[in-house]
Nanobody, 124 residues
């Protein structure tokens, strides 16, 4: 079975940093497109970054320059370094495999493999 588990969420003040990690089992990350998504109450499931199997990394405009997505092949883990956090970054964050990088109505979506989510709260 394929599983993803996120960790690293928490509460920080605006301007602070957090590092999310997503560890998988049952498949190799380096052969998959790995995405980070987030969903705040009343909003859609937003694609914020996708690390493609060919090494390309895409970022949403809302996080570009502040967030960094990286792959640790040895640990089968993807990490999302989040710097200069803003209150509008408050959401439940999910990692997902085999996803297209588009937004979905809700997280987790009905495609790909998703983790259980980790909450990020940024106070002003």
């Amino acid at each position: 079975a394929q599983h993803l588990v996120e960790s690293g969420g928490g509460s920080v003040q605006a301007g602070g940093s957090l590092r999310l990690s997503c560890t998988g089992s049952g498949f190799a990350f380096d052969g998959s497109d790995m995405g980070w998504y987030r969903q705040a109450p009343g909003t859609e499931c937003e694609s914020i970054s996708v690390l493609r199997s060919d090494g390309r990394i895409n970022y949403a405009e809302s996080v570009k320059g502040r967030f960094a997505n990286s792959l640790d092949n040895a640990k089968n883990t993807v990490n999302l370094q989040m710097n200069n956090l803003k209150p509008e970054d408050t959401a439940m964050y999910y990692c997902a495999a085999a996803v297209r990088g588009t937004n979905y109505p809700a997280c987790p979506a009905a495609v790909g493999v998703w983790g259980q989510g980790t909450q990020v709260t940024v106070s002003s």
